[in-house]
């Protein structure tokens, strides 16, 4: 079953219905400040910044709001379920400066070094983002000084270890929970 598949099966968006209601709770916004995380990976006005694996926009309002109307937010999913969900929160909010797209991150369809800063929050490790496929991809579209930023949950300690063995990004700096890496 390729990625497209796995993103309408009605299956799986039941199954991960349960999850995006936690994503976006008020418990969870209080335990974990999405604009605080947001800083830690420098967010700044006027860039264009990919987020994948945008789930039910837990990041996505609150990096919109960072960006400004100057710069781009593509907020990208696989699940039908979750991308119909941002989009109905940023049509709400009237956000312009939001993209909100069905695709797979092993492909993302962006034109190469088009990202100034990639946030890859709460997504990665994920067997469905096998990170010998999801850093080149990532790699590609950021922009030559461009970030790399990850947030892990679960914690887990041997991805920030082969983010730097596959030889695409330096490390930056640990700020807020997140790990910034500049492509290399």
Same mark, same amino acid.
């Given at each position: #079953? !390729?990625?497209?598949? *796995?993103? !309408?099966?009605? @299956?799986?968006?039941?199954?991960?219905?349960? %999850?995006?209601?936690? #994503?976006?709770?008020?418990?969870?916004?209080?335990?974990?400040? $999405? +604009?605080?995380?947001?800083?830690? %990976?420098? @967010?700044? $006005?006027?860039?264009?910044?990919?987020?994948?694996?945008?789930?039910?926009?837990?990041?996505?309002?609150?990096?919109?709001?960072? @960006?400004?109307?100057?710069?781009?937010? &593509? %907020? #990208?999913?696989?699940?039908?379920?979750? @991308?119909?969900?941002?989009?109905?929160?940023?049509?709400? =909010?009237? *956000?312009?400066?939001?993209? +909100?797209?069905?695709?797979? %991150?092993?492909?993302?369809?962006?034109?190469?070094?088009?990202?100034?800063? +990639?946030?890859?929050?709460? &997504?990665? $490790?994920? $067997?469905?983002?096998?990170?010998?496929?999801?850093?080149?991809?990532?790699?590609? &579209?950021?922009?030559?000084?461009?970030? *790399? =930023?990850?947030?892990?949950?679960?914690? /887990?300690?041997?991805?920030?270890?082969?983010?730097?063995? /596959?030889?695409?990004?330096?490390?930056?700096?640990?700020? !807020?929970?997140?790990? !910034?890496?500049?492509?290399?």
């Amino acid at each position: #079953m !390729n990625t497209e598949d *796995l993103g !309408n099966s009605k @299956i799986l968006n039941l199954l991960f219905k349960p %999850a995006g209601v936690i #994503m976006g709770s008020k418990f969870r916004k209080w335990l974990l400040n $999405p +604009v605080k995380t947001l800083r830690g %990976a420098g @967010i700044q $006005p006027g860039q264009t910044v990919l987020e994948v694996g945008c789930g039910t926009g837990f990041f996505t309002m609150p990096a919109a709001q960072l @960006i400004g109307d100057q710069g781009c937010l &593509v %907020a #990208m999913d696989v699940l039908s379920e979750y @991308i119909e969900c941002v989009s109905r929160k940023v049509q709400a =909010a009237d *956000l312009k400066n939001v993209r +909100v797209v069905k695709r797979d %991150a092993l492909d993302t369809g962006l034109g190469a070094a088009s990202i100034d800063t +990639v946030l890859l929050f709460g &997504v990665i $490790p994920f $067997p469905s983002l096998p990170l010998n496929r999801l850093l080149p991809e990532m790699h590609r &579209v950021l922009k030559p000084e461009g970030n *790399l =930023a990850v947030w892990l949950f679960p914690v /887990s300690g041997w991805v920030p270890k082969w983010i730097l063995q /596959s030889g695409l990004f330096t490390y930056i700096s640990k700020q !807020n929970g997140v790990y !910034n890496y500049r492509r290399f």
